[in-house]
């Protein structure tokens, strides 16, 4: 089992601070963990067409089960066990969290009706709230303050591995084999890779990379954190973010169908990698980025995710609206880039902002509340925006209720240039 508790407890030690195997070790495979938790959420999407004909459904209702399908308890189950998670032992929550979504993630395969997928959907939403946040929690333990952009740009790779993944396994096979084949698939490595992770790593020191630790009342730490506005606005910025990520996510393979006219297996190769792959780089380049340019003035935390995340709305844009297929592929790695770029250099803000004792938390509030907004509104507003158009613009509606996902990353990067102004004495009191 690999020992990841430093040397002399609560002190950071110079062995602590350097590069270790074991460290990265940790962080590679709880980066596969988040992949198959994106790859779980992701693969609905590639499969809406063919589950949309098998239910006869409308699209309002399949944003429904993509979005508030699986945030509903998503959302209600976060916080507490985040909260549970900064004092108890991480590991073993991420582990069982882990084949629990699995397994639901494989019911979905066996639904036989509406009902009975939306269940194992939110089943899919309970299992993956308890994930994130610990794991967030763990990174942040491993890597000091102006390592962790790059450790947790590296860590939300996994976002956009899932994303290709999901897609690329959900069209290939759904194709070949049917949609319920899909979805078991996707959830039987999970119940694997967790037994993995239980047995061969241990929990961290909480607080290894801080002076001290010491728990604090649930009262006090939301106080502290309402109390940094660096946290506040960047909260509000990723919510916006993150609608664009799920609302393209879920209405991209439609988009790609209705438009363009591709298979299923075609729909899974391009979307897998030109917004999977492309993703998937602008995550792994914005955090090796930003932990090299923002070592001189942390203001680059935020103002290299405001630049790239606003450049993303107009090219996004040109992605829907040309009727060229070669400049809507190119266009949409480019803005698949440009959006990844910003989600380790966010993760890495919550974590810095926030004291020792309450990481796991100020994790769960970020990611819950954004994906709340995000994976709950966006798939959501796209759908009824469809059903709005589709009597006037038929399948090109898709391309008109996709523009609102341009609009809220433009929106996401002018809060975060505000945010930029109280970084430096927001890291100051947390530390």
Known sequence: MVDLAPQVAGV????????????????????????????????????????????????????????????????????????????????????????????????????????????????????????????????????????????????????YLGVFLGYFIGGYVNQHYGWRMAFFSAGLPGIALAAVLWLTISEPKCGAMAETFAPEPIGPTLGFLASQQTFVIVLIGFCLTTYTNYATAAWIPPFLARVHHLSSAEIGTYAGTFKGLAGMAGTLVGGLVVARISQRDDRWKLWAPAITSGLAGPVFAVCLLTPDFSTMVAALALASFLVGFHLGPIFAIAQTVARPSMRALASAIVLLTATCFGQGVGPLAVGMINDA???????????????????????????????????????????
């Open 12 to 159: 950071q030690t110079d062995a602590a601070a350097k590069p270790s195997m074991r460290r990265y070790y940790v962080l590679a495979l709880l980066t596969a963990v988040y992949a198959l938790n994106f790859l779980d959420r992701t693969i609905f999407n590639v499969l809406i067409e063919p589950i949309k004909k098998e239910f006869a459904l409308s699209d309002t209702m399949m944003g429904l089960l993509a979005g508030f399908g699986f945030v509903l308890f998503y959302s209600l189950l976060g916080i507490p066990i985040a909260r549970i998670a900064d004092r108890l032992n991480r590991r073993n929550i991420v582990a069982v969290a882990f084949a629990f979504w699995s397994a639901m993630t494989f019911l979905c395969g066996m639904a036989t009706s509406v009902t009975t997928l939306a269940l194992a959907r939110i089943g899919v939403g309970i299992g993956e709230s308890a994930g994130t946040p610990a794991s967030q929690s763990i990174v942040a333990d491993l890597f000091a303050k102006n390592e962790r952009p790059r450790a947790l740009g590296i860590y939300a790779i996994g976002t």
């Open 389 to 431: 158009l589709k009597n006037d613009y038929g399948a090109n509606a898709v391309r008109y209720s996709l523009l609102s996902a341009a609009i809220t990353t433009t929106l996401g990067a002018l809060l975060f240039i505000l945010a930029a102004r109280t970084i430096r004495g927001d890291i100051k009191r947390a530390s």
